[in-house]
């Protein structure tokens, strides 16, 4: 994610200027703004492609989706990613269509796709739906092979350019592996996620996806028996199958490459949010198929409907840990020569050390803390018992902050059985972090 994060740092610096500390919401505000501007281009995608209604119907189902919505409120890539991906997909068709403006409008895809992956590396599953999209309507007979005929040598040129630009960043990857902490994954997964994207609801899977369903089928079959009821554009078949692709595609081959036998550790619901946008604009044009508008507008309030009562479930747990809590606790108690230990170490090393910095006070992580972490070669103090005995021994009281889910108890353990534990709290959440204190002199 190192676009997002080189976005974060300018982003920091500008409110550093103007005096704003690093809160929680001041690091979310990328994430927000990107999340706008994605269902902006959400919508003038869906416009282009199924026409006004459409957007607007698929602008409002990504705005009220529920996984959009927990993505969009973390200090993280997704958001960014979405955006660019719309873009991208915005300026292939737009390359598709144009008349005398096609080099504009490749260059806007050159430059969006690349930092998409740059912006996430997921990305790359959706560099490759847009490539089968061109390949499937190249092959079949109608309108979009014609187009596509006649745009392939600025297309290929395109992709090339793309594949040389993210050959570093792609390069980096194939040679320090994935994300390992991704388990392999069983058929259960996918149905699962499904019901992810909507909050868990089957209403909004049968309701939604339904409608998507009917607006592809359509669009494929040219309306056919359904064009007493429906009013699709002839040309729509090519858009639609672009936006299948591009749903189905980063799905079955994240599952395939996260098989026990392979397992490249990429199938996560959090990585699969790149496949809600063309869900939502699949269901814009389900519903501005249909002949009446009125029918249309009931529809459209219907989906919504289904979709906006899952949101609030992500505000009655939205976090995993309060970190936030345990680092005042530990602030408030702090006195010049105290120490500090943390495990797991990158678990609980990096927020604490965040969230004291944020608070700008004298607690601190000495450069030998066990557990402390180091970007610089990303490496972290030992958490072995006589290095946290040696490190405890040189200061008169140590804070001992750990996860549950963390190995805690061990060193815990260790440190109760030498020295008085004279503070403790636990901060609630789904995981619960605690710190103790330890008095390891005599006098303070």
Not at 193 to 210: C, D, H, K, N, P
Request: with cysteine; hydrophobic share 55%.
């Amino acid at each position: 994610m190192i676009l997002y994060y080189l976005v974060l740092k300018a982003w920091l610096g500008v409110t550093g200027l103007v005096g704003l500390a690093p809160s929680e919401t001041v690091l979310r505000v990328p994430s927000a703004v990107f999340a706008v501007a994605a269902a902006v281009v959400v919508y003038l995608l869906g416009r282009r492609l199924f026409g006004p209604i459409a957007g607007l119907v698929a602008a409002g189902l990504y705005l009220s989706n529920f996984l959009q919505m927990g993505v969009a409120q973390l200090a993280r890539s997704y958001s960014l990613e979405l955006f660019l991906l719309a873009v991208s997909w915005y300026a292939l068709f737009a390359a598709l269509d144009a008349r005398g403006t096609t080099r504009r409008w490749w260059a806007v895809f050159v430059t969006a796709s690349t930092l998409a992956v740059y912006a996430a590396l997921f990305s790359g599953l959706v560099l490759s739906s847009e490539a089968a999209a061109l390949v499937l309507l190249l092959v079949l007979p109608g309108i979009w092979r014609e187009r596509i005929r006649a745009g392939i040598r600025p297309a290929v040129v395109s992709f090339v350019l793309v594949a040389v630009l993210i050959a570093p960043i792609a390069l980096d990857a194939a040679l320090h592996g994935g994300p390992v902490w991704l388990a392999p994954v069983g058929a259960h997964v996918i149905t699962g996620f499904l019901l992810a994207i909507g909050g868990g609801s089957r209403r909004y899977e049968l309701l939604v996806f339904g409608i998507a369903t009917l607006g592809f089928v359509g669009a494929l079959a040219g309306a056919g028996r359904l064009r007493r009821i429906t009013s699709i554009r002839p040309d729509s078949y090519g858009p639609a199958l672009a936006m299948a692709t591009w749903f189905a595609l980063p799905i079955i081959v994240s599952f395939a490459l996260t098989q026990p036998r392979l397992n490249l550790h990429l199938f996560s619901n959090r990585y699969l949010v790149i496949v809600v946008p063309p869900l939502c604009l699949l269901a814009g044009l389900g519903v501005s198929a249909l002949r009446w508008r009125a029918a249309q507008a009931t529809l459209a309030v219907g989906l919504l409907l289904v979709a906006a009562p899952q949101l609030p479930r992500y505000y009655a747990s939205p976090q995993l840990q309060d970190i936030r809590g345990a680092a005042q606790w530990i602030e408030v108690r702090y006195q010049p020569g105290d120490g500090l230990i943390c495990a797991p170490a990158v678990e609980c090393a990096i927020p604490i050390q965040y969230y004291l910095e944020a608070e700008r006070g004298p607690a601190h992580f000495d450069p030998d803390s066990p557990g402390r972490f180091f970007w610089d070669g990303g490496s972290t103090v030992s958490l072995d018992e006589a290095a946290v005995l040696a490190y405890a021994t040189r200061h008169q009281r140590v804070f001992f902050v750990f996860a549950r889910s963390g190995p805690g108890e061990p060193v815990e353990s260790s440190l109760g059985a030498h020295f008085r534990q004279v503070g403790r709290i636990q901060a609630h959440a789904a995981v619960d972090t605690t710190v103790v204190l330890f008095q390891t002199s005599p006098t303070n």
